[in-house]
């Protein structure tokens, strides 16, 4: 079944004009369809290095990626009453032992948004040695495409955070522990859940903070290279999906005039700065 949905596909995609129909079929399937090229090429490949075919040139290497220049919906953020809201019904204690302690919550959830580029998966295998104080650097080993990232550690709450989460830990230890060890997705987003509830907040945990941390940011420069820089987003259709709040009067009378003010270095820099204090 699967090959002949395949060879349906190849089939479209040899075509000169597509009907509306065969278009929607390959937005849909397009995932799937750049999944097959890329292990079509790798068995053929495979098949050469051991000697089970000649060495002929792959003919699955011209074969493009298919991209549809569509139109994504704006990301789903929160905005600062909803942040307020969360960082209220964190100071209430918790009981359930399943669940992260409201105080740790807050700590996780808030570097989430300070720090531009850090994801969830980055902050829970984030440990003491690879924050450096000095240089005002966080030195993630390997993101999601196995290379180093290098985030900035530049806003004084961020700063303070990490410092009191790295107090009493040797250089080995994580960051974000739990009665002595590390805690993971599961247990973050159980206490998520929770507040996310108790709050009628509906974004999900990524949204509420990287999405939330990206808007904030973008909302302060007006810069979407910067924006793209710091998220270390690798296209900048990406960051994109976030324009439409470039045209936003800011958070108060004059602050817009005020950030955008000066050579855009001076912007950048209060962008930052202002960032660890929109609560």
């Known amino acids: 079944t699967l090959l002949q949905k395949a060879l349906k596909d190849l089939k479209i995609l040899g075509k000169q004009t597509l009907s509306p129909q065969e278009e ?3 937005k849909s399937r397009k995932n799937s369809i750049n999944k097959l090229f890329r292990v079509l090429r790798a068995v053929w490949n495979k098949a050469v290095d051991e000697s089970q075919i000649m060495a002929l040139p792959n ?3 011209p074969a493009k990626k298919i991209f549809f220049p569509e139109t994504l919906p704006p990301p789903k953020f929160l905005s600062l009453e909803e942040i307020s809201k969360i960082e209220e019904n964190l100071k209430k204690p918790n009981i359930d032992k399943r669940e992260l302690p409201n105080s740790l919550f807050w700590k996780f ?3 989430l948004t300070l720090i531009s580029g850090l994801r969830p998966s980055d902050a829970y295998r984030m440990l003491v040695r690879d924050i450096q104080f000095e240089e005002g650097k966080i030195i993630v ?40 060890n590390p805690f993971g997705r599961s247990t973050c987003l159980k ?4 507040v996310r509830e108790q709050t009628g907040i509906h974004v999900t945990f990524y949204q509420a903070t990287r999405h939330t ?3 904030l940011l973008l909302k302060y420069s007006n810069n979407l290279a910067f924006v793209q820089a710091r998220m270390g987003h690798r296209n900048i259709e990406t960051t994109m999906r976030y324009a439409h709040l470039m045209k936003s009067e800011g958070f108060g009378k004059g602050f817009g005039e ?3 003010a000066g050579k855009q270095e001076e912007k950048d820099a209060r962008a930052v ?6 609560s």
């Not at 206490?191 to 929770?194: A, D, P």
């Open 24 to 26: 929607e079929r390959l």
């Open 59 to 61: 003919p699955v290497h």
């Open 109 to 111: 959830f808030r570097l």
């Open 141 to 180: 080993p390997d993101d999601k495409a196995g290379k180093p990232k290098v985030l900035e550690l530049d806003i004084p709450e961020a700063i303070e955070i990490v410092k009191s989460l790295c107090e009493g830990k040797s250089s080995g230890d994580h960051v974000f522990q739990l009665n002595g």
């Open 191 to 194: 206490t998520w859940n929770r």
């Open 213 to 215: 941390g990206a808007s």
């Open 258 to 260: 005020f950030l955008n």
């Open 273 to 278: 700065k202002f960032l660890g204090s929109f």
